[in-house]
């Protein structure tokens, strides 16, 4: 089948083409410079600030599902057969303001009003979901959008109060659902699409199968899924990322699936994606998940990204490492299967060769008699990056530790395996004692660097500590040892 040489996706309640799309156009640049619709601020560029905010609806095997997305950092190229909502897309009946505009002036949510309509977007995109959220979720749902001048007091009283103003129901997203629906299948031919302007390009592989083809043809291509951290190479650092291949609209790669033998998650699922079925199979996750982040990230970005990109800052990997997960990669027609750890070589290189991608991580199913942690230590609680990530997989049977997987992040070059403090556990009783016999071996497992996050100390320090949290919370307490907030 002959390749499409354009995008098409609709904006707001217009219809989309164009083929003049480089490989680090962002949906920011194309809604501000070339359609005008500067309701939309950059803040940050770095999709920290949700200043930028927009809705992003796509079709999934559910049917229509609308996200709050940073548009700083969104490729423009990953919108075909998407429907982008803006600021200027809201109203109320007779054209009054929307209920979440109306309910942000009367609880005077706003101030300067730089991120007012980020924030709105992201109230908007609750509303429709939940009409009634409490604080938590509001706050959740607020974690990607900052503002200096409310206190976030009068949004979430705004929040609370949206439903007064009007019903998801009567929205024009629910109730052009359908028609919506229709436009972009029929945007949807399963073709190749291949964009140029000049000498950049840009690759919308057609399935699986294309994009194992196109890597072979092009094995130096830049794979992007949700560019969450490639979005930062192109505003930031001004790279050229071309030729780029783009995986985020391929349903394939975004499928979990919960089976007896365990989760298989594809390397283009959104942390959003995931979120339901890993943390059923592992609950411990919940809060773990909450931290990572805000929610225009965890739409964006993908479980198997935060993997290839072979960071050891990034979150997921220690939890994976120490849940026992494979991956699986594919070149061409062939696979490969390996644990997890093995696939982190050393700072900055991974086992994958050119023309090799991920294609799927797969977790054992939910063991008896297993004490499970994850812990996330950050400056700020919310929306920052990890000084140390540790992740804990306990085998306990009659008050004696039978095996112990422990996994850390932030400590060394790669996420890595605790072996010595794993093997000072192992055949010791669960108390408090031995776990904290088995920290004082960290210092042979890792040689934390010093940099703006935290001291090599502090690291070491702070991961000692993380052994006898462990212990404390599953030591039946009649006081918690902190309060849960998820």
């Known amino acids: 089948m ?5 995008i098409r996706f609709l904006l707001n309640d217009t219809e989309v083409t164009t083929g003049a799309v480089g490989a680090g156009d962002t949906l920011l640049d194309m809604l501000r410079l070339e359609r005008r619709l500067t309701g939309t601020k950059e803040g940050c560029a770095e999709g920290d600030c949700g200043a930028c905010t927009v809705l992003v609806g796509r079709l999934s095997e559910t049917g229509l599902r609308y996200e709050p997305v940073n548009a700083c950092i969104r490729l423009a190229a990953s919108l075909d057969a998407c429907h982008v909502v ?5 109203s109320g009946p007779g054209g009054r303001l929307h209920p979440v505009q109306q309910a942000m002036v009367e609880h005077h949510g706003s101030q300067c009003g730089f991120c007012t309509p980020g924030i709105v977007m992201s109230l908007y995109a609750l509303w429709m979901q939940n009409a009634d959220p409490d604080e938590t979720e509001i706050e959740t749902a607020l974690q990607g959008n900052l503002c200096r001048c409310t206190g976030y007091a009068p949004i979430i009283r705004a929040a609370r109060a949206v439903t007064r103003y009007g019903s998801p129901a009567e929205d024009a997203l629910s109730r052009e659902r359908a028609a919506v629906t229709a436009r972009l299948t ?5 073709r190749r699409v291949e964009l140029r302007k000049g000498d950049s390009r840009a690759i919308l592989p057609a399935d699986i199968d294309d994009l194992a083809r196109v890597l072979t043809a092009h094995p130096q291509a830049t794979l992007v899924a949700g560019a969450t951290d490639v979005g930062l190479w192109v505003t930031k650092f001004l790279k050229d990322i071309s ?4 995986l985020g609209h391929l349903d394939a790669l975004r499928r979990v699936e919960h089976g007896p ?13 995931s979120d339901a079925a890993l943390c059923d199979a592992y609950p411990h996750l919940r809060e773990f998940w909450s931290r990572i982040a805000g929610w225009q990230v965890r739409n964006m970005g993908t479980i198997g990204g935060n993997i290839a990109n072979g960071s050891p800052i990034g979150d997921m990997p220690p939890v994976l490492i120490a849940l026992g997960a494979e991956i699986v990669l594919r070149h061409g027609e062939s696979r490969r299967r390996l644990p997890i750890e093995d696939f982190f070589i050393e700072y900055g290189r991974q086992d ?9 991580i797969r977790l054992p199913a939910p063991q008896p008699d297993r004490i499970h942690a994850a812990y996330k230590i950050s400056k700020r609680r919310d929306e920052d990056i990890s000084s140390v990530c540790a992740a804990f997989n306990l085998h ?10 422990i996994a850390m992040g932030g400590m060394a070059g790669t996420p890595k395996r605790a072996a010595a403090a794993e093997a000072a556990l192992q055949g010791q009783p669960w108390s408090e004692a031995a776990l904290v016999a088995a920290a004082e071996r960290l ?3 890792f040689t934390p660097l010093t940099d703006w996050r935290a001291s090599a100390e502090y690291r070491l320090s702070v991961a000692r500590n993380l052994f006898r949290r462990v212990f404390l919370e599953h030591a039946g307490l009649a006081e918690p040892v902190r309060l849960a907030r998820a």
Do not use: C
């Open 2 to 6: 002959q390749p499409r040489s354009e």
């Open 86 to 90: 803006t600021i200027e897309h809201l």
């Open 186 to 190: 029929a945007l949807r031919d399963g």
């Open 243 to 246: 030729p780029v291949v783009l």
């Open 261 to 273: 033998k365990g989760l298989r998650i594809g390397a283009g699922a959104s942390y959003s994606d």
């Open 352 to 360: 994958i060769v050119p023309g090799e991608f991920l294609e799927e």
């Open 396 to 405: 306990v049977e009659a008050g004696r530790i039978v095996t112990a997987r």
């Open 443 to 445: 210092g042979e497992d």
